[in-house]
Nanobody, 126 residues
Framework: QVQLVESGGGLVQAGGSLRLSCAAS????????MGWFRQAPGKEREFVAG????????NYADSVKGRFTISRDNAKKTVYLQINSLKAEDTAVYYC???????????????????WGQGTQVTVSS
């Protein structure tokens, strides 16, 4: 079982930046595909970004491509989401997720992920 602990959310001015972190306590973290999802009020959870176990392959939603960057540090058992040029529509609860099935495909599907963090709120002010 993997426990995911997120940090870095908060209030950010439109156009600003922040970095979300997700720390894992599971020893086999380095074998997991990791992803970030978000859910805005009244909307379904949507894929934001994903990264392969080695960190060499990434996948981004079209809505965030060029603004968001996912990365990981397997030695620290941590995955990051750098968010730049924040927009109002980025306001959501952001969730870290782990795919623990030795995948090579960085899936954008909610059902592909086995473990989820508690979520961290990102609010973009105007």
């Amino acid at each position: 079982q993997v426990q995911l602990v997120e940090s870095g959310g908060g209030l950010v001015q439109a156009g600003g930046s922040l970095r979300l972190s997700c720390a894992a306590s599971e020893r086999t973290f380095s074998t997991y595909v990791m992803g970030w999802f978000r859910q805005a009020p009244g909307k379904e959870r949507e894929f934001v970004a994903g990264i392969s176990s080695s960190g060499t392959k990434t996948n981004y939603a079209d809505s965030v491509k060029g603004r968001f960057t996912i990365s990981r540090d397997n030695a620290k058992k941590t995955v990051y989401l750098q968010i730049n040029s924040l927009k109002a529509e980025d306001t959501a609860v952001y969730y870290c997720a782990a795919d623990a099935h030795f995948k090579t495909v960085v899936s954008a599907g909610v059902s592909a992920y086995d473990y989820w963090g508690q979520g961290t709120q990102v609010t973009v002010s105007s």
